[in-house]
Nanobody
Framework: QLQLVESGGGLVQPGGSLRLSCAAS????????IGWFRQAPGKEREGLSC????????NYADSVKGRFTISRDNVKNTVYLQMTSLKPEDTAVYFC????????????????????WGQGTQVTVSS
């Protein structure tokens, strides 16, 4: 059964860092682009970043560019989102998803371009 599981969320103070993981089971991530999204209460799901199947191409939303870094380890079948300089407005449930392809433009951030989703991990940035 194809499954994505996010982990690494938690409570962190403003200015702090977290690394989220997106682990796949039931299939090999090697062939797929992966996207990271988040959703805060009462808001639409927001696309943050995506990475191509090899890890050589990445794309970031302006809201996280320079603070978040997406990467992948295909041996471990896992994609990561390193988050630094966290702000209270980063508080949300964070999701990873399998993409239909890698998009260097805005499609990277469209939830409709992604198929399988994880259940999400909560990130709370608060003092």
């Amino acid at each position: 059964q194809l499954q994505l599981v996010e982990s690494g969320g938690g409570l962190v103070q403003p200015g702090g860092s977290l690394r989220l993981s997106c682990a796949a089971s039931g299939f090999t991530l090697d062939y797929y682009a992966i996207g990271w999204f988040r959703q805060a209460p009462g808001k639409e799901r927001e696309g943050l970043s995506c990475i191509d199947s090899s890890g050589g191409l990445t794309n970031y939303a302006d809201s996280v560019k320079g603070r978040f870094t997406i990467s992948r380890d295909n041996v471990k079948n896992t994609v990561y989102l390193q988050m630094t300089s966290l702000k209270p407005e980063d508080t949300a449930v964070y999701f990873c998803a399998v993409g239909g392809g890698y998009y260097s433009g805005s499609y990277c951030f469209y939830p409709a371009k992604y198929d399988h989703w994880g259940q999400g991990t909560q990130v709370t940035v608060s003092s």
